[in-house]
């Protein structure tokens, strides 16, 4: 087990750093620096701001400088667009708006996918296997950013009932939509997975054996069938999980949250490098810990997998 | 006496059906997915949106970047579609024919999705050929690199890529097909391993055939069946990447527009009143969507070998 953990933390890290790596050549790979803009600089102005940023540096020099401050201190560097505030600054105050809605987003898609999952496959072939299988095809052509201007129509426009857009401090009216918006398409997703896996374990030996033994049905499920079915189930979680809490982008410029994509989008278009760089290194390095913790998990709870 | 008759008489059957034209693994699947309603309803819409996305133009009254500008800016209420100004979806909010803007967004997002997947498919596909082929250390090394590369936040990559060389159709292709090959190759490297074991590969070795050879000529083929499936539901997935990058106003550039772009565009408009300028765009997309999801499913259940 702990050299299982150790040999996929002994890949983690190299992944990591070559993802620093790639992203610093992609913008050393840029045409213009950061501070070219339509009227010129004088060369001794350009010479002091490129000195500030350390750009005068020769670029393995500023790639190790940067990779070490990465991983010593988690210090991303300052922004190049905004003169007072560095990127840790934008990551503090991004993320965990992204992080509030983007949890509320998990638990409602894991409670009502895997509840939608377990009823469609215990009752399958019912109207409600129906609905479920409906839902989970509708919710596969309905993206997030395709949700959200829906939602807001009706809720907002039509209804009244919701704001639609901003976060006033996290306020419960402004995190429903970007919850629901967000969380639809992994909702049916898991509830697709969770249907098909109970169905297998539903059709298995020792199902029946519990059944023959006059077991009550909720008994059935929740002792017996629940665990096995569920290991799918996680596999996808992994993945899923960082991609909620990462935000997706799209909910954060829409409903203008303030999340971490909103920056990242802005800084996209003001070509602001660090900032970018700072949080794709960010949601990546969150990527890897997650895809590990869950592969971890994995091994722990079924016992036939042995690495 | 009987027994033995009852026999002949059976063989004399199998000898007739031995001469019946025996249905190619092709054909079979053909047979199984006409059979599929929904697939087929499917792959009728499919034809009919690329018949309106490649030939919708000659329809349209409007050129698509014409801007009529008594319809224009505030206005833009008064551009409701109908058939008797010409303007059969309306105009966009800069007065200008949405219904040849859907034409050519539609077009522009089914390029992008037959293109990048056929990008992640020939890639993906030698990649994962050439991998399982040789197996032992090359393979350990080629897979390790896709482990890492998936790991990569490819979104934000991809937005990386197109801010740091500039925001092009070009570019946009080339990036969704540099990321989508992965899982292919994960895909064809799986079936090279069983394939590879086979006798005829076995034979072409004996004979003395170079491996790039047997790869291209003998394994690759082989791979189609599971290949043409899976690309089925990559361009959906492509169509929905696309859209996402041109929704945040990152990939297709003004005066060029795709269904992402036109769905930004409307969703903008929309408190407006403009409800049209949202819907003909959603529309096409879920309909397209649809139909890839379906056709790629019906396929699917054609040509797996399990669900026989």
Excluded at chain 1, 68 to 83: H, L
Excluded at chain 1, 256 to 266: A, P, R
Excluded at chain 2, 90 to 113: E, H, K, N, P, Y
Aim: hydrophobic share 55%.
């Amino acid at each position: 087990m702990y050299s299982f953990v150790f040999r996929r933390l002994a890949v983690a890290v190299p992944t990591i750093l070559i993802l620093i790596v790639l992203s610093f050549m992609l913008m050393f790979a840029a045409p213009g620096g950061p501070f070219n803009s339509d009227r010129p600089l004088s060369p001794t102005v350009m010479a002091n701001i490129e000195a500030r940023y350390g750009l005068d540096q020769p670029y393995w020099k500023q790639m190790w400088n940067y990779t070490v401050n990465v991983v010593t201190r988690f210090d991303f560097g300052p922004s190049f667009q905004y003169r007072d505030r560095t990127v840790n600054d934008v990551i503090s105050q991004g993320f965990p708006v992204t992080l509030t809605y983007g949890s509320w987003s998990f638990v409602v898609a894991v409670v009502f996918g895997l509840a939608l999952g377990i009823m469609a496959a215990i009752r399958h072939n019912s109207w409600l296997d129906y609905l479920a299988v409906g839902i989970s095809i509708g919710a596969q052509v309905l993206p997030n950013f395709v949700m959200a201007p829906i939602l807001v129509l009706v809720f907002t426009l039509w209804l009244g009932w919701l704001p639609g857009g901003g976060w006033n401090g996290g306020q419960w009216e402004y995190v429903i939509l970007p919850v629901v918006a967000l969380s639809t398409s992994y909702m049916a997703s898991i509830a697709r997975i969770m249907r098909s896996s109970m169905l297998e374990v539903m059709n298995a030996g020792f199902i029946r054996t519990a059944r023959a033994k006059g077991l009550p049905i909720h008994r059935i499920i929740l002792r017996h069938a629940l665990k096995p079915a569920l290991l799918p189930v996680l596999s996808y979680l992994g993945p899923a999980f960082v991609s909620m809490i990462t935000g997706s982008v799209i909910i954060d410029v829409y409903f203008s949250t303030g999340g971490i994509g909103q920056f990242f989008v802005n800084s996209a278009f003001s070509r602001d490098y660090s900032v970018i760089m700072g949080i794709t290194i960010l949601v990546g390095v969150l990527t890897i810990l997650f895809n590990l913790v869950v592969d971890v998990l994995y091994a722990w709870i079924d016992p036939k997998i042995r690495y | 006496m009987f027994p033995e008759r009852a026999v002949a008489d059976g063989l004399v059957d199998a000898a007739h059906l031995a001469e019946v034209q025996g249905r190619s693994l092709w054909k079979d699947a053909r047979i199984r997915f006409f059979r599929n309603k929904a697939a087929v309803v499917a792959l009728f819409c499919l034809i009919a949106i690329c018949i309106f996305a490649f030939f919708g133009g000659y329809l349209a009254q409007y050129e698509r970047d014409a801007i009529d500008f008594t319809l224009s800016g505030p206005n833009a209420y008064k551009g409701v579609p109908s058939f008797a100004t010409g303007h059969y979806f309306g105009t966009d909010a800069d007065g200008r024919d949405l219904f040849a803007r859907t034409v050519q967004g539609t077009r522009i997002s089914l390029l992008v999705g037959i293109v990048g997947a056929l990008i992640a498919v020939v890639v993906g596909t030698l990649y994962g050929a050439v991998s399982g082929y040789f197996g032992g250390r090359t393979d350990g090394l080629m897979m390790r690199t896709v482990d890492i590369l998936m790991s990569v936040p490819y979104m934000f990559v991809l937005i990386l890529m197109l801010v740091i060389f500039g925001k092009s159709i070009l570019m946009l292709f080339v990036g969704i097909g540099l990321i989508s090959w992965l899982d292919m190759a994960r895909i064809a490297r799986g079936q090279t391993l069983t394939i590879k074991n086979k006798e005829f590969v076995e034979a072409a070795i004996a004979i003395g055939v170079r491996p790039m050879r047997i790869i291209l000529r003998h394994i690759v083929p082989n791979l189609a069946g599971i290949v043409v499936v899976y690309s089925t539901l990559l361009i959906p997935g492509m169509i929905i990447t696309e859209s996402f990058i041109s929704f945040l106003g990152l990939g297709v550039q003004e005066p060029n527009t795709s269904l992402g772009a036109l769905i930004s565009r409307g969703a903008s408009q929309m408190q407006y009143g403009v409800i049209w300028q949202l819907a003909f765009p959603l529309f096409f997309f879920i309909i397209t969507l649809f139909a890839f999801f379906f056709v790629g499913d019906g396929l699917r259940d054609a040509l797996d070998p399990k669900d026989r």
